[in-house]
């Protein structure tokens, strides 16, 4: 990540969508194979294709040559299920939420077209209206719910069978399964056909959100593939095996959002918000992804895929020489110790942060733990997952962080177990996240606490709280950890003296400002740069549309992250950086200079970051600092960092 080069250049509009395979969350139509690949096939054996390139936002460094893997939603399979009279209203109820849930992804996605060439909107504008209308108090919701009611089935099979009801209806007895037809017209048959494959198409909207189906499937990854798609979500991301994937790009996200973090961690080259590029990679295509310059290349003519390779050998020469630095000390040049930790999001990236050299963990983000199943974990797993992982670091510190869900996390299990709402008219940005969520959710918060207290017992923990705006929210966690730490002991359970620290994430401008209230009551404090970006800048962090807006170098940003830093360390508590900007070395000086001491980022980060910690001292740091702080305009603030010499500086 270097937000201080200039961005690539990216063209506003977007690429005329195939209604149906576009947002994230959203499937790509039924029966659309397991590892069908991105895009129409490949053209005859001998038409080579010509090179292609699309520029996106580069989020995970790296250069990776491969062939082309699409993957697709994994086809929806729903069985046929009667149910009691009984239950036919809670099953209602959940007919109306997919409905809602279906129809806000609509709006968004109808939203998105605004962006669109004129011919594009006209073309696909209509369609996603009608989408919407039918999903509104049309003749098809009122027969999915009389389905439910009186035929007494669930609301799968109540969408299906209205859907069909409606489809074959459109379609007629001659055009139907069975018939041919001899009264149409070709194209008034094909025009039916269309017709009925979009009621169709809604119906499985509906139930891929009643079942919350998860999004793709990976499993059939070819060893050194290039993964390309339209979009990832976090959850996908989550599901990837580094060692089978060379690289990955896609058509939507964002620099900082989820999906990203989880790339970077994964340490795979990765290029998102390439325009265009879905609907252009077919199998068979050689793929090249340029995950520091942001581009992604398409059947690379020869000149270019051999300037690719040598890429690649610089870069794994780079790695190794930054190998080097794995056993020096975080130091800088006049001997202030830094401490450098490593960002966690899933465990297979435990030898990543071994090879990094990484003093423990800074941000344990527990939503894997929940992510990719159909239910709940229970203590024994938490405490098992959290035990690994302490064990593995041997001593050195592990921050957990409790369930930080968002809406754009998607976790099946939560929404599975009705703990999480939808937002189809709200802005889930603002609504139940983080620890909002847990306070009215104190099970879910409860059985976290007790896991994280359990396995504290195999290294030292501190348990961090996300999404904190209020120092009640400080205090009511403390209250529900007190009442886990007593129920624990008259279980007769060990747990460590001292209890671990209770800190909280400052993440929203709400925290920051009132960080000196807040420092009093917290242990300690992490300040999370991603989303106090994207909160103080009023722009999403994975929207690719706006990605040159969310700049967290934006000067509200900094004195927002400088009021923190100072807050906390007036009462002497211990604070730390653990977003994205903890990552780029470029953005170390400026940290150090504001009293900073501490970072978590992800792994592979790491050792550029010491680099560039040795390479200065704290005196021209503070002076540097001082100088950007006194800054308004944010390309002033890019250049200001970008040219910062730590020789000349001092
Ligand atoms: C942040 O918001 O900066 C942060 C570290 O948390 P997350 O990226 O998980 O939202
Ligand atoms: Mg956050």
Not at 41 to 65: H, K, L, N, T, W
Not at 169 to 175: S, T
Not at 506 to 515: C, I, K, W
Request: include cysteine; glycine fraction near 8%.
């Amino acid at each position: 990540m270097n937000r201080t080069d200039p961005p690539a250049p990216r063209p506003r509009s977007r690429a005329p969508a195939r209604v149906g395979e576009k947002a994230a969350g959203e499937e790509a139509g039924q029966g659309a194979g397991q590892q069908a690949a991105a895009g129409p096939p490949a053209p005859p054996d001998g038409a080579a294709r010509a090179e292609q390139v699309f520029a996106g936002i580069a989020v995970s460094e790296g250069i990776g040559i491969g062939p082309v893997f699409g993957a697709a939603e994994p086809p929806l399979q729903t069985k046929r299920r009667k149910i009691q009279a009984a239950d036919a209203e809670a099953e209602r109820n959940r007919l109306e939420r997919a409905i809602a849930k279906s129809r806000h992804q609509l709006t968004k996605l109808r939203g998105r077209l605004a962006v669109l060439p004129e011919e594009s909107q006209a073309e696909i504008g209509p369609l996603i209206d009608a989408y919407g209308q039918m999903l509104g108090s049309s003749r098809l919701t009122q027969d999915m719910r009389a389905r439910i009611s009186n035929g007494l089935v669930s609301a799968e099979t109540a969408v299906f069978d209205a859907c069909e009801a409606i489809a074959q209806a459109i379609l007629g007895p001659e055009d139907g399964p069975n018939g041919e037809d001899g009264n149409h017209s070709k194209e008034e048959r094909a025009s039916r056909r269309r017709r009925a494959e979009e009621v169709r198409e809604i119906g499985r909207r509906v139930r891929r959100n009643l079942m919350n189906q998860p999004f793709r499937s990976f499993t059939n990854l070819p060893a050194g593939a290039v993964l390309i798609c339209e979009s990832l979500r976090p959850a996908d991301a989550a599901l990837l095996d580094p060692s089978r994937l060379v690289g990955v790009a896609t058509d939507e996200g964002g620099l900082e959002g989820h999906t990203a973090i989880m790339l970077r961690a994964l340490g795979v080259p990765a290029v998102l918000g390439a325009n265009g590029l879905g609907e252009a990679a077919r199998p068979g295509d050689i793929a090249i992804v340029d995950g520091r310059g942001g581009k992604v290349v398409l059947n690379p003519a020869p000149a270019t895929l051999a300037a690719a390779r040598r890429g690649v050998t610089a870069y794994a020469r780079e790695r190794q020489r930054l190998a080097r630095l794995r056993r020096l000390p975080a130091e800088t040049g006049c001997g202030q110790r830094v401490e450098l930790q490593a960002n966690l999001e899933i465990p297979a990236e435990l030898p990543l942060i071994a090879q990094a050299g990484a003093q423990g963990i800074g941000l344990l983000r527990s939503e894997f733990l929940f992510m990719n199943r159909d239910s709940l974990p229970d203590e024994a797993a938490l405490v098992e997952t959290y035990r690994g992982i302490i064990e593995a670091m041997a001593g050195d510190p592990v921050t957990i962080r409790v369930l930080d869900w968002s809406s754009e996390k998607d976790i099946e299990a939560l929404g599975a177990a009705g703990l999480v709402p939808d937002y189809p008219d709200l802005n889930p940005a603002f609504g139940l996240r983080g620890i909002r969520l847990l306070l009215r959710r104190v099970d879910l918060f409860e059985l976290q606490l007790t896991a994280i207290l359990r396995a504290s017992m195999s290294g030292p923990v501190r348990i961090l709280l996300p999404m904190v705006t209020t120092v009640a929210e400080v205090r009511a966690a403390r209250e529900v950890l007190e009442r886990v730490v007593r129920r624990l002991r008259r279980r007769g359970e060990r747990l460590p003296e001292p209890l671990p620290a209770l800190g909280i994430m400052v993440e929203t401008p709400g925290a920051a400002l009132s960080a000196d209230a807040l420092a009093l009551e917290a242990d300690f404090f992490a300040i999370g740069t991603n989303d106090l970006a994207m909160y103080t800048l009023a722009v999403d962090r994975a929207d690719a549309d706006l990605a040159d807006l969310y700049d967290p170098l934006h000067p509200a940003v900094l004195r927002l992250v400088q009021f923190a830093t100072e807050a906390a360390l007036r009462v002497r508590k211990p604070v730390s950086v653990c977003g994205e900007m903890a990552g780029n070395p470029l953005l170390t000086p400026l940290l150090l200079g504001l009293g900073l001491r501490s970072f978590s980022m992800n792994a592979t980060s790491v050792p550029r970051v010491k680099q560039a910690v040795r390479g200065v001292e704290i005196d021209a740091c503070v002076r540097f600092a001082h100088t950007v702080m006194q800054q308004s305009d944010v390309q002033r603030i890019h250049d200001l960092i970008a040219r910062f010499d730590p020789g000349a500086a001092i």
